[in-house]
């Protein structure tokens, strides 16, 4: 079991699955609060629901989280997630 994060809930519905999941982050377990949102094995959308890391602003800042939807790859062909998030 990764202990740098824990699953809250856990949402099916058709093909896409939503988590709501605490991480561990420099400030320890519960650092952060994020939904993560799955649709045919794709991230579609992280919303930061909570956030206690000083280091955030990095991750906005250079739009960390929308590259992450971006750049997802299956079998090594990209793929353009289509209902990305600009964060």
Known sequence: EDESFKI?????????????????GF???????VKVTFKNDYIVSIDVLENKESYYNLLESSNYLNK????????????DAGNRRAF
């Open 8 to 24: 809250l809930d856990k949402k099916v519905n058709g093909h896409e699955t939503t988590y709501l999941v605490n991480g561990k």
């Open 27 to 33: 400030g320890g377990m519960d650092s952060y609060k």
């Open 68 to 79: 992450i939807i971006i750049n997802q790859s299956r079998n090594g062909t990209h793929h």
